[in-house]
């Protein structure tokens, strides 16, 4: 299983930009990297997935190094609403089914004025 | 468009008691999953399946039972409710197996056990 680990925690003041950093140094070659979002009282909200490079969509981007041990998502001008726990998570190489993916605790942004 | 729907929302059972958490999806998914979370730790894995009539153990599956007759709907069964299984339950499909398919989450059915 490739393990991620992400801050506990971060704090941003509405208009910023906000980069959340994913370690996952056992990734293996098949596997995507996968964003989640997830407000209080809500089930989790898929936000971006990749495989390398950089992809973007209306929401947010995703940068992913060459070497694909840690990969950034990028909100750019957040607001009050983006106040959530975001999940990065990498697919089970063994399997290359989502059947094994691992959530982890997430990292809790908050966004105040 | 309904998407992952799970009944009940809210459910308040006493030690000891059964109970059986509905989900259903009507995106014709071939993979669902059950999780649970609780407070401060992320979604932890109960029981997926792959498909109809077929389905598989998660990180934590003691104390709850699954099954899969429909493509639709994807019950989990606690057999006797204990404090410990107070909880909030997630269920989730995707399109394939395949681990870049986006899953897609229902609202919850918060569980306490007294």
């Known amino acids: 299983l490739a393990k991620t680990t992400q801050p506990i925690s971060m704090d941003s003041y509405e208009g910023q930009e906000v980069n959340i950093t994913c370690s996952h140094n056992?990734?293996?070659?098949?596997?995507?990297i996968t964003w989640y979002q997830q407000f209080p009282s809500q089930g989790p909200r898929f936000i971006i997935q990749?495989?390398?490079t950089k992809v973007t969509n209306e929401v947010a981007s995703l940068f992913i190094p060459a070497d694909r041990k840690s990969s950034t998502l990028s909100l750019p001008r957040v607001s009050l609403s983006d106040t959530a726990v975001y999940y990065c998570l990498v697919g089970a190489s063994h399997t290359g089914t989502a059947s094994k993916l691992t959530f982890g605790t997430g990292t809790r942004l908050q966004v105040t004025l | 468009n309904a998407g992952v729907t799970q009944t009940p929302k809210f459910q308040v059972l006493k030690t000891g008691q059964s109970m059986t958490l509905q989900c259903a999806q009507d995106m014709n998914h071939e993979y669902m999953s059950w999780y649970r979370q609780d407070p401060g730790m992320g979604l932890r894995l109960i029981h997926y399946?792959?498909?109809?009539?077929?389905?598989d153990q998660g990180e934590v599956p003691n104390g709850y039972n699954v099954s899969r007759s429909t493509t639709e709907d994807f019950p989990l069964r606690l057999l006797s409710a204990a404090p410990s299984q107070t909880s909030v339950y997630f269920c989730a499909s995707s399109y394939s197996t395949r681990n870049n398919q986006p899953q897609h989450f229902g609202d919850g059915t918060r569980l306490s056990i007294l």
């Open positions: 399946s792959v498909g109809a009539g077929i389905t």
């Open positions: 990749g495989y390398k």
């Open positions: 056992n990734i293996a070659t098949n596997d995507y």
